[in-house]
C-alpha cells in the first residue's frame, strides 16, 4: 500500500529542515519505505478535508490503506514499528529506544520551543528580557544532563534507532541561536544523524519543496 504524507506548500522554516514533516521523511528513508508527499497551504490546512485526518490543523499526517495517522511522534513510532531499521529486535533495547522518543519530544523539545515562541511572537513585550534568562537556563540544564548522559557514545543505545532520529531532529532547532556549539558533544552528535544517507535524501526533498516555492530569480 502507498504510504502519503502531508507537507507545507511554503515551509516557515525556510528550507532549514525543522519542519516536522522531516522526521517523518527521515524515517521512511531510513526503513527504505517509498512515499509520496502532498503539499498544503496553510489555508488548505484549515478545510474540513484535512482537519478529518488532522483535528488540529497542522502537518505532518500519514496515510497507508486506511490507515490515517497524525503527530509526527506516533507517526514515527508507527513506522519503527511495521518496518526494520529504527527499533532493535531485544524487547528491553526496543523500550529503551522508545522512552528516548518520548523524552526527546516531551523533557527536551519542550523547552527548545518555549524559546522559539518567546522569540517569535513576544520579543516586543514589556517583560520579555525579564523573561529570557529562565528560559535560557532550563535549555542549558537539560543540555547539560543530555550530554553527560551521551558522553563519547555514538549514538544514545547501541545501533542508530528511531531515539537518535527524534533527539538530533529537536537538537537541530538550537543550531539557528548558536547554543548548540556550546556543547560540542552535542553538536557532533547531531552532525553525525545528519551525515546518514536517510537523512541527507529526506533533507533535499523537503528542501526541494522550499526551492520550488521560491525560485531564485
Not at 34 to 42: K, M, N, Q
Not at 68 to 89: K, M, N, Q, V, W
Amino acid at each position: 500500500m502507498a504510504i502519503t504524507i502531508t507537507a507545507f506548500e511554503r515551509s516557515p522554516d525556510r528550507g532549514r529542515g525543522l519542519a516536522r514533516d522531516m522526521r517523518v521523511r527521515w524515517a521512511l528513508e531510513e526503513v527504505g519505505q517509498p512515499y509520496d508527499v502532498r503539499l498544503l497551504s496553510f489555508e488548505a490546512m484549515k478545510q474540513m478535508q484535512h482537519l478529518a485526518l488532522q483535528p488540529f490543523g497542522q502537518i505532518p499526517t500519514y496515510e497507508e490503506g486506511k490507515l490515517a495517522l497524525f503527530e509526527s511522534g506516533a507517526i514515527i513510532l508507527h513506522i519503527a514499528e511495521r518496518y526494520a531499521g529504527l527499533l532493535p529486535d531485544d524487547p528491553d533495547a526496543r523500550a529503551r529506544a522508545i522512552a528516548w522518543m518520548f523524552a526527546a519530544v516531551s523533557t527536551m523539545e519542550q523547552t527548545i520551543v518555549e524559546l522559539e515562541v518567546a522569540n517569535i511572537l513576544e520579543r516586543n513585550e514589556p517583560w520579555y528580557d525579564k523573561r529570557l534568562p529562565a528560559i535560557l537556563g532550563r535549555i542549558h540544564t537539560r543540555l547539560g544532563q543530555f550530554s553527560r548522559r551521551l558522553g563519547d557514545a555514538e549514538w544514545l543505545d547501541g545501533e542508530f534507532s528511531a531515539g537518535d532520529l527524534e533527539m538530533v531532529s529537536v537538537l537541530l532547532r538550537l543550531r539557528g541561536p548558536g547554543i548548540l556549539k556550546e556543547y560540542p558533544t552535542l553538536d557532533a552528535y547531531v552532525a553525525r544523524g545528519e551525515a546518514r544517507p536517510g537523512y541527507r535524501r529526506a533533507f533535499e526533498g523537503q528542501l526541494a519543496v522550499f526551492k520550488a516555492a521560491n525560485p531564485t530569480p
